[in-house]
């Protein structure tokens, strides 16, 4: 039984490329030094895996960017408008990150994780330009003696993840035979396994699909002498087991930690080919928590019943990608917590002691197993576990508390005397530059260097400045600017009992950007007001209305690495009910508009159909369970920012928010499913691209806004940027917004709302 691994994180402890990319893009590095320190740093990661005992290396997983562009790039599926956009690295990262006069290529969410990928488009037949897995194999076979395993992204995967795809049948023809070339060097350069990740294999697989699969694989397996073919899929159970399983290739990789039980299930009713190899995904690759190793073992004795082999291989559930590198560095957090999570490394260390056990017997491993058993006890026995006071509050909710006394229609009479805004209103997402200045006030304060009163009368002056700003730019509704938060989620985990904050668990979310998810732990409560003394303080500085702003209660979940022995719905009904009592202060203290931003309710959507509803259903009503329990006459905004609406609308619907602002401005999609729908409440149009340096003309945004009048009545529109301005510099956002407000009351003199 060999231990393998399917992807390690690329960043390296220290955030390494992180460096390297950025100091590349600002033209401080060039191209040679950027693969030179990427080289070193990829090899530094397979020695560490080989050190951890890894038996089964993967080569190829690392990425400059993304591993999906990477396979692209390799297929030649280069959009035309990139034709003229240099070779090699400058059109890769253009393809990303956009040219000079070539816009990025689409970003989009990796599964139902927070990775980016960037989408291919199908303008060209496909072509083998490079063979880079042959490349990474050659570089990483003597390093690794032997022991390096390719990892390619399958064709079935890459077709599901395009754009305009012509007919993916013929897709799958074009594709085959480029990738049965790739297999065939591999086998010829004595590569022993490849791993074929197909992660579209877990969604919902269509008959004429399965079909499909296994004419392509035949063809793309064929003719191997010495090199087998391992399908990897994770997040999910194998769909269509029963037939897909026959596929041509020499061993299946199945997810047994979120494909738990179906892939039990199936196994057992349908057993497992005897010719074939079972990669066992066993411990968890996208959450932290430290691995009930007896449990595991359990679970290991039960699959393996069920093999008419021994030809297994241990694994973790998917790529390590999604995890932080190493817990060592948490030493902050209290020693039950620390002890109670694994990160990637750590992940590596349990599969070797559960090979030990496995090869040897239990014995061999009794003080590892002994010492997982006594981490989780104290995990379990930690006091902030279970708070009795959080859990009647729960427990005692009723139909009342998840809805909001008065319906829309009369709310928003109310509403719209109390604010008597003009028609187009004009308002932001919430966050304003957070310049270099901000960051450093933030590092010294965090230092000790400046005391608590000097950072908040830091944050206070920045405050008042851009209160000053929106208001010279005459904007309608204004914002406290965000300036005391470093990161939507992790600015209120770092308030709210039950969450932790770690100092080094960075995860990449895309390109050169990591983001550190919060840990949560405990019950979650709120022991003091969280966002108050800011927006109080804004709220005198104008007699325009402010806006409060809060992230909600779901992606306060989905963007945090969540405990696993309580309910989901539970957990976020806690969250939901502290920000229900930072609702109720703002309102209490006289603001009139809260936002509660849910730009991650969309992703957490389940990959399976028949998973979604009951996710949407306790997203929906823990949304609800945040902001009903305000007056009528207080507006509740919800901000998502690119959401592929279509599959939620309805929720978005019975989230019964008075006002929901979306983006609008890079394409016709949203407003088109819009229109489906006959939407009929007050919606904020994106009318610029807050991730673009280019500052848009005010016709631009009107543009935008004409556009949308034949989907919604004028009456329902606010007018606004499509998200958080805080990546953006001050110089450009003044302008913008004096633009923006330009745009409106253009609008205004024109249309009379009705
Ligand atoms: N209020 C947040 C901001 O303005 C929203 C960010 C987001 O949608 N991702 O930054
Ligand atoms: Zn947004």
Redo the contacts with the bound molecule.
Sequence with gaps: MLISNLGYPRFGRERTLKKLLETHWRGLLDEEGLLTGAARLEEAHWHRQARLGVELVPVGDFSLYDHVLDTAAMLGLVPNRFEKAGDGLTRYFAMARGGPDAPACAMRKWFNTNYHYIAPEWDQEPALVKNLPLQTYLRAKDILNGNAKPVLLGPFTLIKLSKNVPQWRRAFDALSPLYAQILRELDAAGATWVQMDEPALVLDVTGEEAEALTAAYRTITKGLTGLKVMLQTYFGGLSQYARLITLPVDGFGLDFVHGYPENVANLKRHGFPPDKWLGIGIVDGRNIWRSNLRQKLELLRQVRSYLPTTKCWLQPSCSLLHLPVSAADESHLPAPLHQGLAFADERLTELRTLARAVKEDETAVAAELAAADQAQRALAEMSNRVVPAVRRRVSALGGTDFGRAVPYAERRELQSRRLALPSFPTT????FPQTPEVRAARARWRRGEVSKEQYETFIRDQIAEWVHIQEEADLDVL?HG?FE?ND?VEFFAAKLQGFAVTANGWVQSYGSRCVKPPILYGDVYRDRPLTLAETVYTQSLTSKPVKG?L?GPV?MLNWSFVREDLERDRIAYQVALALRDEVADLEKAGLAIV?V?E??LREGLPLRTNARAPYLSWAVRAFRLATSGVGPETQIHT???YVVFGDILEAIEAMDADVISIEAARGRNALEIFKRCAYHRDIGLGVFDVHSPRVPEVEDMERVVRQALDVFRPAQLWVNPD????TRQQQEVAPALKRMVTAARRLRTEYRPG
Excluded: F, N, Y
């Design positions: 932001t997402i919430g966050s914002v965000e938060r939507m702003i992230t992606t936002q931003d730009p991650a901000h998502m920012c998200c958080g301005l805080k």
